[in-house]
């Protein structure tokens, strides 16, 4: 049974930074993409990072370029380093990945139609 667990969300002011995790069980990363998404009240969600388990290869969206990093930390570890943040990246976050492998093409859209699996979601609140 796969199974998607984040960690490491809380509450931090304007400039503050956060590292959250995102643990997987119940199989293999290899060959497969892992993604962080947000979602503030009365929003969508929305795709923050990407990574093609296998290449290393990331994307970002434009409003968290240069601020956050997604990295595989291990064989079953994802994290999301945020630093320099601000009260609009308030929000759930959570971690995604596909059921199998995909062109990185599709990987790098974080389109949420292609992630099977979802994690709980920790939360992000980042005070002015």
């Known amino acids: 049974q796969v199974q998607l667990v984040e960690s490491g969300g809380g509450s931090v002011q304007t400039g503050g930074s956060l590292r959250l995790s995102c643990t997987a069980s119940?199989?293999?990363?290899?060959?497969?993409?892992m993604a962080w998404f947000r979602q503030s009240p009365g929003k969508e969600r929305e795709g923050v990072a990407s990574v093609y388990i296998g290449y290393g290869d990331t994307t970002y969206a434009d409003s968290v370029k240069d601020r956050f990093t997604i990295a595989r930390d291990n064989g079953s570890t994802v994290s999301l380093r945020m630093n320099s943040l601000k009260p609009e990246d308030s929000a759930m976050y959570y971690c995604a990945s596909t059921e199998a492998a995909i062109p990185e093409l599709l990987c790098a859209r974080l389109a949420r139609g292609n992630f099977a699996y979802w994690g709980q979601g920790t939360l992000v609140t980042v005070s002015s």
């Open positions: 119940g199989y293999g990363l290899s060959r497969y993409c």
